[in-house]
């Protein structure tokens, strides 16, 4: 028989008539022959109540007192779904994440799931009753309530659709599906029909707040499809699978992330272990660093810039101040009034011209780009903040992200019910930890810096246009924040490339008037990818520390929900890749 997750957010659930009518929706899957599930959130803003009514007792509650607190919004919710299921005349019964035998590890606030005994739920659901899930919580080895982090309702649902190898997991909410951007930032953005997990996961993390972003990881891990789709209409919603809606297509979604802060840390000694420093001391403090750009060094130093959430930028500065002395850096500089510009497409990883074509957009709106960094599916450009908008509505123009797609999407890959039950089982037995798919060298590439471009609109499509129409496909590429209204371009483009690039980089050098063109056609690309590289923030961390202890120097980074990569000195790939394979061993799966 098939299985059916269905999750109501908060705003599904958030009195009773929307209860009543999401028990409807749940009996109309019974009725239509699946067994279901359904999981529920807090009631409205049930869960900021609680967090308040904490905060109005105590600034520093025990997390294991707040789990117990929080867990509590969800059990209303599930008596009460059961009770409208049962007042319309069909059998529901109300479980807990214990219960559901939901076993987490006791961080307790933000909880990983370890596995889910599923004997309860199928002994239910095989005697056609509707089981009500609380979503968010578990319980750990020690019988205390866990809860996932806030919005976690989505990674119950996901993870139950998984371990229930449901053919269907809906999320119901209060917007209509996935959009190419945030409808209320640009009323033409357009309803996506499908998504692939990748663009999700990116997109997620730019700040389109429809799902839980470990939710997403969850569901490409074990391949469940997503629909998400509104409680209130009867629009048909985006799915979220592994393919994106129209494989042609370089860009499915743009988004903006409009509060941001750049720091920047000068004359950094260029030595192996300098990013450690900096960015451990960061992420001790719990913070996520975006949009890492490090200027190749100049006599011995470099400048690291890095981008972090604008409310962060106090707490990052006391570690960037521990780290200037600490590494006698020059010093440090900060911009608070920043915001960042990405497009993210599956497609753009087989295409060339992508970027050119952002930066000539961008260019011929006025916009100035501060910093620019690239991973295989996204391009992420820091502008001032009264530019953002503007860049915002550039890019989805440019690449006609209002237009439906000329091509129908791919025909979506079988669920996740075609893994026999013993490989869902060993998968299961570490849910959500990081898994590393690959560690690889790539010693085909050669970079090309441009010191001193002007920072002025225009000139990385300038540099760009003219690398790329002669058929040099660029690979990563950033540029760095201006120190004294000058910006550094660096690239990567295959090594046979790098003579033709040169000679065309200088050319544009002498338009320009900067300078000089500075290259190595001895570098090593390393990359790690692999699903949660963004909820296991320390991934990028690791790579540094196991360069540096090996004594070798970090040139280049880029990182993206998937994929870090670093770029060091060519001499060193062969060490680096042992290395690196060394240290995600125990991830790889
Ligand atoms: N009620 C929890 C929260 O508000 C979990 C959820 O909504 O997914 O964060
Ligand atoms: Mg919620």
Not at 135 to 140: K, L, S
Not at 500 to 521: F, I, K, M, N, Y
Request: aromatic share 2%.
């Amino acid at each position: 028989m098939p299985l059916i997750v269905q999750k109501f957010g908060g705003t599904s659930v958030a009195d009773s008539q929307k209860i009543l009518a999401a028990a409807r929706k749940a009996i109309r899957a019974q009725q239509q022959g699946n067994q279901v599930v359904v999981v529920v959130s807090a009631m409205g803003k049930n869960t900021d109540v609680l967090v308040d009514l904490a905060r109005e007792i105590t600034d520093r509650p025990s997390a294991r007192e707040m789990d117990m607190l929080l867990s509590t919004g969800e059990q209303v919710s599930i008596a009460l779904m059961a009770m409208a299921i049962d007042a319309l005349g069909n059998q529901a019964v109300s479980m807990t994440g214990a219960q559901m035998g939901i076993r987490t590890d006791s961080t307790h606030t933000k909880a990983r799931i370890q596995s889910i005994s599923t004997d309860r739920l199928r002994q239910a659901l095989d005697e056609g009753i509707i089981v009500i899930a609380a979503g968010f919580q578990g319980i750990d080895e020690h019988q205390n309530i866990t809860t996932l982090g806030r919005g976690g309702s989505d990674t119950t649902a996901v993870a139950l659709a998984a371990v229930l190898r449901a053919d269907a997991c809906e999320i119901y909410t209060d917007v209509d599906g996935v959009y190419t951007t945030d409808p209320r930032v640009l009323p033409e953005a357009r309803m996506l029909r499908q998504v692939s997990y990748d663009e999700m996961l990116e997109l997620a993390s730019l700040g389109a707040g429809v799902m839980h972003s470990r939710s997403i990881e969850f569901a490409k891990k074990f391949g469940v499809p997503i629909h998400v789709r509104s409680s209130f209409s009867d629009i048909p919603g985006t799915l979220i699978v592994a393919e994106p809606e129209d494989a042609e297509q370089p860009v499915s979604g743009a988004a903006l992330a409009k509060d941001e802060a750049r720091v920047t840390l000068l004359g950094v000694p260029d030595r192996p272990g300098a990013s450690l420093a900096i960015f451990a001391k960061i992420a001790a403090r719990n913070i996520a660093v975006d949009m890492i750009v490090q200027n190749v060094g100049a006599q011995g130093k470099a400048d690291v810039s890095f981008t972090v959430l604008r409310e962060e930028l106090p707490t990052t500065l006391e570690a960037v101040r521990s780290a200037v002395d600490e590494l006698g850096a020059d010093g440090w500089s900060q911009d608070d009034n920043v915001s960042k510009v990405s497009v993210v497409g599956l497609g753009m990883a087989t295409q060339s011209g992508v970027a050119e074509r952002m930066f000539r957009a961008l260019a011929d709106a006025g916009v100035n780009i501060l910093m620019i960094t690239t991973s295989e599916i996204k391009i992420s450009v820091l502008v001032s903040r009264e530019q953002a908008a503007l860049a915002l509505r550039t890019v989805h123009q440019a690449f006609e992200l209002h237009k439906p797609p000329v091509h129908a999407p791919r025909p979506v890959a079988a669920p996740a019910g075609s893994a026999t039950p013993l490989e869902v089982l060993s998968r299961l037995q570490s849910m959500e930890g990081l898994r590393i798919n690959d560690v690889s060298l790539d010693d085909t590439q050669a970079r090309l810096t441009i010191n001193s471009v002007p920072d002025t609109p225009g000139v990385a499509a300038q540099v760009f246009e003219r690398i790329a129409r002669d058929g040099v496909l660029v690979d990563m590429i950033v540029q760095s924040c201006g120190v004294g209204g000058r910006a550094n371009l660096t690239c990567t483009v295959p090594r046979g490339d790098l003579p033709r690039s040169v000679a065309l980089a200088a050319e544009v050098v002498r338009e320009l008037g900067c300078g000089p063109v500075t290259s190595s056609d001895q570098v090593a690309k390393l990359s790690v990818s692999g699903i949660g590289m963004r909820s296991h923030a320390g991934v990028a961390i690791r790579m540094f520390q196991a360069l540096s202890e090996a004594g070798i120097n970090v040139e280049m980074v880029n990182t993206s929900e998937v994929q870090v990569n670093v770029v060091v000195e060519g001499r060193h790939g062969g060490a680096a890749l042992a290395r690196l394979e060394e240290t995600f061993q125990a991830a790889r799966g």
